[in-house]
């Protein structure tokens, strides 16, 4: 019994199970509205940015790189989302050549003088170096996005369902487009350095698209994908401290095979 609690003597797996509980469930949300909108595009571009972010702030000198990278990261979140407005052909292809742009800028910036291994752990994620101060900040974001869903997640819908209808109701569209982008590029950002850049768009769309697999309502659909992706954390998290595997990746994995689960569940209910 004791090695199986033996976990909770570290300081480090407090706090990563601390993170686990607070940041999961906000993906679970925000992910169900990602999902609506087809946004996954938009929110795997918005990761990748963290590098650029870092970068940044290293040119200017920033000491915390958490916070450069938050500034970049909502300026990027406006960006995209100024340009996915437009309802063009060409939406995805600009998007994803800012994108680009923007990475490979910051990998140049990072890799000079061949000083980039030091930040190559932001590429799996490491939720065991997670520290006092940034769950602070989750705690923080996770209060304020309550509030906001709380209060305008029937305008944000609204908007997702019909943009013309939602503006002939004097629902503010660009307003709750904007707030939404920055919501997520916050959450993103504060939890890129455990869940890594390679995956963090995996842990904001499997979820949501799990629930949706199984879910008759809006109310079951949020539900749901709150405990897959909480479910998915603190299993994750827990293979991961026994297996010694990147706690990312096992909590990708574990929302991915709950995604297969609800998939074929779903089809044999709807048969």
């Given at each position: ?39 996954a595009f ?103 996005t309550v ?125």
């Open positions: 019994m004791s090695q199986v609690t033996s976990w909770f003597d570290y300081n480090f797996m407090r706090n990563a199970l601390i993170a686990v509980i607070i940041i999961t469930p906000l993906f679970g949300l925000m992910g169900t509205m990602i999902v609506n909108k087809k946004m938009f929110s795997d571009a918005l990761g990748h940015s963290a590098l650029t972010g870092i970068a940044v702030g290293i040119v200017f000198g920033v000491q915390d790189t958490t916070i450069s990278m938050v500034v970049f990261a909502i300026l990027f979140a406006l960006l995209l989302n100024k340009i996915g407005s437009r309802n063009t052909a060409s939406t995805d292809t600009i998007i994803s050549v800012f994108s680009s742009c923007s990475v490979a800028i910051g990998l140049a910036i990072l890799s000079k003088g061949g000083n980039f291994s030091k930040y190559s752990s932001l590429l799996v994620g490491d939720v065991l170096s997670i520290t006092t101060r940034e769950i602070v900040y989750l705690v923080l974001i996770f209060i304020a509030i906001f869903w709380v209060f305008g997640f029937n305008k944000l819908n609204a908007v997702c369902i019909h943009r013309t209808l939602a503006k002939s109701k004097r629902v503010p569209v660009s307003l709750m487009d904007n707030l939404f982008a920055v919501f997520v590029a916050l959450i993103v950002m504060l939890s890129i350095k455990w869940v890594g850049i390679m995956i963090i768009n995996a842990l904001l769309i499997l979820p949501a698209a799990s629930s949706r697999n199984i879910s008759v309502n809006m109310r079951e659909y949020h539900l749901y994908s709150i405990i897959f992706s909480l479910f998915s954390g603190l299993v994750g998290l827990f293979v991961s401290y026994y297996t010694n595997v990147a706690t990312g990746p096992m909590i990708v994995i574990i929302a991915s095979v709950i995604f297969f689960l609800t998939y074929f569940l779903g089809n044999k209910i709807k048969e």
